[in-house]
C-alpha cells in the first residue's frame, strides 16, 4: 500500500488522463459512508467530472443521501463488483479508525479500485506522488516532490510544502499548514489551523486543532497548543474529537 | 431576510445564471462605502463581469474613488432607482455595525436589490444556500450545505466548512477556518486567522484575531486566545477593533 | 529598487502581458538556487508558460536538478548574458540572506531582468503595484492597492490584504494572513502561519511561525506566540530558522 510514483491532476491539469487510470477514465464508483465528508466527496466528484456515483453504502437505515440511493450497509462492500460497481471511495471521518482500517483490508481482498478524489481547484504539483483512495479537498496545495501515501484526508484549504512525506491514512483538517519536509507517520490526524514546522510526527499521533507543532512528535503522542506540548497518549485504535 | 435556497456561484459555475437572478443578469449598481471593502468589493464585481458599477455613495465629500464617481451620501441611497440604478453593494464595514442596520433597513424600504458579490475564484458547493447582499472574497470555500444568511461577508481565504451555519449580517475577516457543523448567530464578528471548532456562537459576540474557539461562545461575548476565554462584553451595536 | 506601479497576472489574467515584459514575452532563465525554493519556481514558472528554463546555478557541485542542467556557481552568474540567458529567478532562501543581497547587488549590476514568477492559482488584483524579482505562490491572494517591492517572496495560500506594503526581499512563509493597511520593512522573514493585524513592522525584523502580531515590531526585533512579544534582537544580516 506505499505510495506509487503517480503524478497528480491539478486545477490546470484536470483534463490529463492519470497514469493510474490506465485508459478507464470513468468508473462506477461507490462512495463508503453518507455523512459529512460522504457529502463533500460527491460534490468533489461530480466537479471532477471523471466517474459516475452510484451511491452511497452506510450502516444507517436510509433510503437516499444527497439524492442518491443507499445501496447497503457497510459491509455490502465485498458484493459491489456484482452490481458492476468497480471503485469506491473511503469517506469514513477519522473518528471511526477502526471502521476505516477495516474497510481498507476489505478494499484490497475485494480486487475493488480505491479512487482518488481531487477538488479541480486543488493545486497539485507534477512532482509530487499520490497514492490511492485519497481525498484532496478545494484549493488545497500540494507541492513539488511532496509524496502523499494511500488513503489520506486532505480538507480545505491546507497547504503541503514542498518535499512533506505524508504515510497511509492520514488525516489532514481544513486549513491546516505543513512546512516543507515534513514527515508524518501512518494513521496521525491534524486538526483544523494547526500549523507544522519542519517536523517528523509519529504514526498514530494526534494534533489538535490550532496547534503549533515546533519539534518532533513521537508515535501515539496527542500534543496541543502553541508551541504544541505532549498532553496525552492515544490508543492505536481511537476516537478523535 | 432568512437565507434563501439560492445554489452559489463557484470558479467553474461563474457563466451560470443564478436563480436570484431572474434573467436579469446585469444590474446598474452603486456601491455603500468608499473604503477598503468597497474597493475590494468594486474588483471583485468587474472580475465576476456580471453587473456595472456607477459608483460609490459615501459621507466623505469626495468626488471619485477608484476612478468611479461619488454619486452621494449614504442618506441618498433611497433615491438611487430615480438614477436607473436597481442594484447596491453593501460595502460598510464592521466597525460602523449601526449604519450597517441602518442601511439594510433601507435598502428594503426602498425596494432595492442588495447583490451578491462572490469572487470568481472562490469555490461555492452548489448544495450551500446563499442569501443576497452577501461578499464572497478570493480563495474562499463555502462547502457541501452550509447556509450563508443575508449581508454576510466573508473575507479572502477563509473556509466555511460542511453544514455551516451563518446568521445575518457575520463578518467573517480573512484567512478563517470554520469548522463543520459550526453555527454563528447573527451580528458577530470573526477576527483574522482565527479557527472555529464545531461550536455555537451566539449573536452580536466577537470572536478577536487569532482565537481557537473549542466550545460554545453566548451572544455579546468577545472572546479571545488559544483556547479562547471569555474577556469582556459588547454592546449590541458597537464598534470591533 | 522601489516597487514599480505595474499591474499584476492574475487567475483570470495569466493571458495577459504585463508592461514589464516589454513585448519580449518568453525569455531564457535561470533560477539562481538548487534546493527547495529553486523546485517550486520552476514548477510555478512551468506553469505560468511565460518563459523557459536554462538551468540553475549553484554552489553544489551536481550536473542535474529537477532533470535540468546546473549551468555553474552562483558566481557565475555575472556571465549569463553571454550565454544568451537574459532572465534570473532569485531562489536563494531566506536562511541566506547575506548570499540573497549580494545576487540581487550582482544582477543590478549585470544588467539581467529578475523576472517575476506569479503562480498561476495566485490571485493578484489589478490594482496593486508589483516590483520585480518576486515569488508568488499557489493560491495566494494578493488585494487591491496592496504594493510589493522587489525581491519579495510569498509562499503557498498566503492572503496580502488591501493596502498592504511590503518593502523589498520581505519573506512570507506559507498560510500567513497579513490584514489590511500592514506595512512590512525591508528583509523581515515573516513565518509559516502567522497573523498580522494592522501594524508597522521595522526592517529585518523576524516574525516567528505562528505568530499573531497585534502592535507594531520594531526593526531587528524577533517576536513570537500570541499575541506576539519580543524575544531577541536580530543582526542586520542573520539566520532564519
Redesign the interface.
Known sequence: MAAQSVAGAG??QHDRILPEEGGNLFVKVAILGAG?LG??M??AIQ?EGKHSVAGFLDDQVRDQF?ALPILGPLASLAGLRRRKISGVALAIGDRFLKVRLDLIATIWSSGLRAINVV???A?I???SRLGQGLYI???V?I???ASIADYCVI???S?I???VRLDENVFV???V?L???TEVGRDTFV???A?L?RSRIGESATIA??S?V?KDVTAKTVVM???ARAVGRKRAVAYHS
Chains 1, 2, 3 share one sequence.
Do not use: F, N, Q
Open positions: 486545477a490546470l459529512g457529502k463533500v460527491l460534490e466537479a444527497c477538488h479541480p481547484t493545486w504539483s507534477p512532482s479537498g478545494p484549493h496545495v507541492h513539488a516532490g480538507w480545505s484549504g497547504v510544502e514542498h518535499d483538517a481544513s486549513s499548514s512546512a516543507g519536509y486538526g483544523i489551523g500549523v514546522m486543532a490550532g503549533l515546533t497548543g502553541c508551541p
